[in-house]
């Protein structure tokens, strides 16, 4: 896609452990109220937290938390 790539969170699934808001702090956060991971508002596709565009900028970092997650909730594309 030419914003960037599709990232959606199967947030049902997470496991809130942290990995993905500390490798990749500017496109995904902690929920304040349920502390599972979300996408930072500026990325996400019509407000939903759990979808997103990751810029090209920011793909790398992305793709290593995806990879990373050990609830396997992070698709990317």
Do not use: H
């Amino acid at each position: 896609m030419a914003e960037g790539t599709k990232v959606t969170i199967d947030r049902e699934g997470c496991i809130g452990c942290s990995l993905c808001w500390t490798t990749a702090p500017d496109f995904f956060e902690e929920n304040p109220d349920d502390q599972k991971s979300q996408i930072v508002a500026q990325y996400r596709i019509d407000g939903d937290p759990a979808v997103g565009q990751a810029p090209a900028d920011q793909l790398e970092a992305v793709e290593e938390a995806a990879d990373s997650c050990p609830a396997e909730v992070i698709a990317l594309g």
